[in-house]
């Protein structure tokens, strides 16, 4: 349940994030120079915020049991 919460936590910062993308890439484009760094960082952070958000998913589907973990069959001995 905690993983659950999260992931959700993570999620609203994403959209935050996103939002800021598009205010900053606006005034980038408009001519302030500086909100370029400000978009290229809340561009990598909206990244982050998605990749964390997948491990977090994942791991709560592998704890609630709908993912379980990979184990490789082991290779039949071949006779001659």
Request: proline share 1%; hydrophobic share 60%.
């Amino acid at each position: 349940m905690v993983l659950l919460l999260e992931a959700v936590f993570v999620l609203v910062a994403l959209v935050h994030l996103a939002g800021r993308v598009g205010e900053f890439g606006a005034l980038a484009v408009s001519g302030q120079g500086s909100a370029w760094a400000f978009t290229v960082a809340a561009a990598v952070g909206v990244v982050a915020c998605m990749l964390v958000i997948v491990v977090l998913v994942m791991k709560t589907l592998r704890t609630l049991g709908f993912i379980r973990d990979y184990k490789p069959r082991r290779a039949a001995s071949r006779r001659r």
